[in-house]
T-cell receptor, first 115, second 107 residues
Framework: DADVTQTPRNRITKTGKRIMLECSQT?????MYWYRQDPGLGLRLIYY???????NKGEISDGYSVSRQAQAKFSLSLESAIPNQTALYFCATSGAAAGSYNEQFFGPGTRLTVL | GIQVEQSPPDLILQEGANSTLRCNFSDSVNNLQWFHQNPWGQLINLFYIPSGTKQNGRLSATTVATERYSLLYISSSQTTDSGVYFC?????????FGAGTRLTVKP
């Protein structure tokens, strides 16, 4: 089984709808991250969380919110989706168990299309 | 934030050839990783290499932190090496990716 899972894997929605993307991990890591990738570009950090009570904005947090429901779960919400949020979204984790807090491990991605 | 530049942006190789991919960054960093994104979009960790040299099979990487660059070497390339290679650097919990090098290995 995959260590970092994301649901859904694909989603098509309409402008103005609320969308939630979910991430779960079994790696025992305490740090979790959300990124988006636009075509032909690298990933950009949206939000990150170092533990259940810690939430931090990344490079491009506007239009997004997150919730860290448990150490193993980190969800990303788009309160009112817009077409330029169409992208590939990745969840990542890191933790002391990996040998270094800053080596990140990525989920398979969620492809979101906003019409 | 830190600027990360990768070169070349595109690279086409014949199977069996060797290649070097470069990552330059604009400031000192705490950490650096190399990833391979396969044609299905999956991101695969290649190296966690804030400094020094590491090797894993046909791949090796070197980071010279004082000169703000890292190199990824691919030897005896195979068609399965095709995809996009990303360098990502982290400074003060801010992770930044380069735009990637798209590698195509032809049989």
């Amino acid at each position: 089984d995959a260590d970092v899972t994301q649901t859904p894997r694909n989603r098509i929605t309409k402008t103005g709808k609320r969308i939630m993307l979910e991430c779960s991990q079994t790696k025992g890591h305490d740090r979790m991250y959300w990124y988006r990738q636009d075509p032909g570009l690298g990933l950009r950090l949206i939000y990150y969380s170092f533990d259940v009570k810690d939430i931090n904005k990344g490079e491009i947090s506007d239009g997004y919110s997150v919730s860290r429901q448990a150490q193993a779960k980190f969800s990303l919400s788009l309160e009112s989706a817009i077409p330029n949020q169409t992208a590939l979204y990745f969840c990542a984790t890191s933790g002391a168990a990996a040998g270094s807090y800053n080596e990140q491990f990525f989920g398979p991605g969620t492809r979101l299309t906003v019409l | 934030g830190i600027q990360v530049e990768q070169s070349p942006p595109d690279l086409i190789l014949q199977e069996g050839a060797n290649s070097t991919l470069r990552c330059n960054f604009s400031d000192s960093v705490n950490n650096l990783q190399w990833f391979h994104q396969n044609p299905w979009g999956q991101l695969i960790n290649l190296f966690y290499i804030p400094s020094g040299t590491k090797q894993n099979g046909r791949l090796s990487a070197t980071t010279v932190a004082t000169e703000r660059y890292s190199l990824l070497y691919i030897s005896s390339s195979q068609t399965t090496d095709s995809g996009v290679y990303f360098c990502a650097v982290e400074r003060n919990n801010d992770m930044r990716f380069g735009a990637g090098t798209r590698l195509t290995v032809k049989p």
